[in-house]
């Protein structure tokens, strides 16, 4: 499985965009980009997926650049509730998620 | 949809003891995942079920632990002698088989908080 890199930890204001990117240089053809949120003491919880180019839901964009080789997860105007830890995997219909120690972001008021 | 439950939410058991742990996925996903998470790390693959068949299991589940999933429905997940290094977040998750060409998403549970004392 690919190995994914991202920052430890960002920080910012309520109201601001934060953009999150992983670093994923031996993705393979048929991986896909998926990025899941998780709080303190609960469960990880899906917020996006993606193979190419963007994609869009509710609560996030992820663009991916065409050389696969990295991602960005855009979330806009965050609020304090945003505060959590992303992590950001790689992988194509595996039998298990592989997750490294994700980012922590802290927003402020 | 109810999404992926677990009970109990928290557990403190001392040495020794065995304890039991219960998931119960969505209703339609037949692929269940158990994952270990310990404080400031992201969760760690235990085991994985597809249906009522075990399929896998990460070298990080010793004798003392075993999955079960009788009749693809929930799954249990039992350690057995408890030691200290158990003390962990225990994750549930399941997803649903796709079709070739498309990703399949895991949906976790809220997990169960283990202490053991």
């Given at each position: 499985?690919?190995?994914?890199t991202?920052?430890?930890?960002?920080?910012?204001?309520?109201g601001?965009?934060?953009?999150?990117?992983?670093?994923?240089?031996?993705?393979?053809?048929?991986?896909?980009?998926?990025?899941?949120?998780?709080f303190?003491?609960?469960?990880?919880?899906?917020?996006?997926?993606?193979?190419?180019t963007?994609?869009?839901?509710?609560?996030?964009s992820?663009?991916?650049?065409?050389?696969?080789?990295?991602?960005?997860?855009s979330?806009?105007?965050?609020?304090?509730?945003?505060?959590?830890?992303?992590?950001?995997?790689?992988?194509?219909?595996?039998?298990?998620?592989?997750f490294?120690?994700?980012?922590?972001?802290?927003?402020?008021? | 949809?109810t999404?992926v439950?677990?009970?109990?939410?928290?557990k403190?058991?001392?040495?020794?003891?065995?304890?039991?742990?219960?998931?119960?996925p969505?209703?339609?996903?037949?692929?269940?995942?158990?994952?270990?998470?310990?404080?400031?790390?992201?969760?760690e693959?235990?085991?994985?079920?597809q249906?009522?068949?075990q399929?896998?299991?990460?070298?990080?589940?010793?004798?003392r632990?075993?999955?079960?999933?009788p009749?693809?429905?929930f799954?249990?997940?039992?350690?057995q002698?408890?030691?200290q290094?158990?003390?962990a977040?225990?994750?549930?998750?399941?997803?649903?088989?796709t079709g070739?060409?498309?990703?399949?998403?895991?949906?976790?549970?809220?997990?169960?908080?283990?202490?053991?004392?």
């Amino acid at each position: 499985l690919a190995k994914t890199t991202q920052p430890i930890s960002m920080d910012s204001y309520e109201g601001q965009e934060v953009n999150i990117t992983c670093s994923h240089n031996n993705i393979a053809t048929n991986d896909y980009i998926t990025w899941y949120q998780q709080f303190p003491s609960q469960g990880p919880r899906f917020i996006i997926q993606g193979y190419k180019t963007k994609v869009t839901n509710e609560v996030a964009s992820l663009f991916i650049p065409a050389d696969r080789k990295s991602s960005t997860l855009s979330l806009p105007r965050v609020s304090l509730s945003d505060t959590a830890v992303y992590y950001c995997l790689v992988g194509y219909n595996t039998d298990k998620l592989i997750f490294g120690t994700g980012t922590r972001l802290q927003v402020f008021p | 949809d109810t999404g992926v439950s677990q009970n109990p939410r928290h557990k403190i058991t001392k040495r020794g003891q065995n304890v039991t742990f219960r998931c119960d996925p969505i209703s339609e996903h037949n692929r269940l995942y158990w994952y270990r998470q310990t404080l400031g790390q992201g969760p760690e693959f235990l085991t994985y079920f597809q249906n009522e068949a075990q399929l896998e299991k990460s070298r990080l589940l010793s004798d003392r632990f075993s999955a079960e999933r009788p009749k693809g429905s929930f799954s249990t997940l039992e350690i057995q002698r408890t030691e200290q290094g158990d003390s962990a977040m225990y994750l549930c998750a399941s997803s649903a088989e796709t079709g070739p060409y498309t990703q399949e998403t895991q949906y976790f549970g809220p997990g169960t908080r283990l202490l053991v004392l």
